[in-house]
């Protein structure tokens, strides 16, 4: 499988990591944080279909369904997709807005496996590699 592709332009800075709950029904931080300005262009990740565009608890979210029961949603994104559409990797879907945790800016990346919640970093392959630039 190769890697997913961010969801939001680099440099990539993570805000909360991923933190599985000890049970379904617990607090936890179901995906990560990236670091992202309001308005900035959202992508598809990786190939599959838009299962879901629109809000959910007063926040708009794009969903997309890889296949193989992998789905992944960034909240919050105003979707320029419907349900419906199929994306692939890059593709536009949508532009980074407001609400929920995430409310100023960054966006709440997650991908659920079969139902399940996992850490994106299994499918983006890691955070990027640092860059050291000389003083200013």
Do not use: K, Q
């Not at 966006?107 to 630039?133: I, K, M, Q, T």
């Amino acid at each position: 499988m190769e890697p997913w592709r961010w969801p939001v332009a680099a440099p990539i800075r993570i805000l909360a990591p991923f933190r599985a709950p000890p049970t379904p029904y617990t607090a936890g931080h179901r995906g990560i944080d990236v670091a992202a300005a309001a308005g900035a262009p959202v992508v598809a990740p990786a190939p599959g279909v838009v299962s879901f565009s629109g809000m959910v608890a007063g926040r708009p979210v794009v969903a997309i369904d890889h296949g193989n029961g992998v789905v992944s949603a960034v909240e919050p994104v105003a979707g320029v997709v419907e349900a419906g559409t199929p994306v692939t990797a890059g593709d536009a879907i949508g532009s980074v807005a407001t609400g929920g945790h995430c409310d100023s800016g960054c966006v709440h990346f997650g991908v659920r496996v079969d139902g399940e919640y996992v850490s994106p970093f299994l499918f983006l392959g890691g955070l990027p590699r640092a860059v050291l630039l000389p003083p200013a």
